[in-house]
Structures are given as structure tokens and as C-alpha cells.
């Protein structure tokens, strides 16, 4: 099980304000679908989004604040 940060690989468009269908996601600015099995571009786009472990307790989604601050820092 994992999160994807809330960043469009192509130019930083929020994901989560994206239309999901099946499993992928359509980003709001300018449409690349992007999977959320893995992160990444789909077609003729290229690119990943982060992926970040978690994992769900007591009905609440539990991230590891380290991997979260690192790569979400890393990739700013
Ligand atoms: S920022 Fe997501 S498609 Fe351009």
C-alpha cells in the first residue's frame, strides 16, 4: 500500500484535484493521466510522482514522517 504525493510529474499540477477513473488519474492543468498503481505517466508522457509507504490502523492512514518529509522535500 502506498500514497503519491500530491504532485503532477509534468509541472507540479495537484493530483488530488484531479478526475479519477479506473486506476489512474487525470491531472486538472494540462490532462496527463497518471497511474495511481505506481505514479507514473501514462503514454507518450514520462515521468513519476513519489510513492510513500503507508499503511491503514484503526480506520486511519498512517505515513512514515520521515520518508514523507524527505521526499517531499527532495522533490520541491
Ligand atoms: S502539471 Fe499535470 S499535466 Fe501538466
Given at each position: ?7 503532477c510529474?509534468h509541472k507540479?499540477g ?13 491531472c486538472p492543468l494540462h490532462n ?45
Amino acid at each position: 500500500m502506498f500514497a503519491l504525493l500530491d504532485r503532477c510529474p509534468h509541472k507540479g499540477g495537484p493530483l488530488s484535484q484531479g478526475i479519477v477513473f479506473g486506476t489512474s488519474v487525470a491531472c486538472p492543468l494540462h490532462n496527463w493521466t497518471i497511474g495511481l498503481d505506481d505514479g507514473c505517466a501514462r503514454g507518450a508522457d514520462e515521468g513519476c510522482t513519489p510513492r510513500f509507504a503507508c499503511k491503514v490502523e484503526d480506520g486511519r492512514v498512517l505515513l512514515d514522517p520521515v520518508e514523507l518529509a524527505t521526499v517531499a522535500t527532495d522533490e520541491a
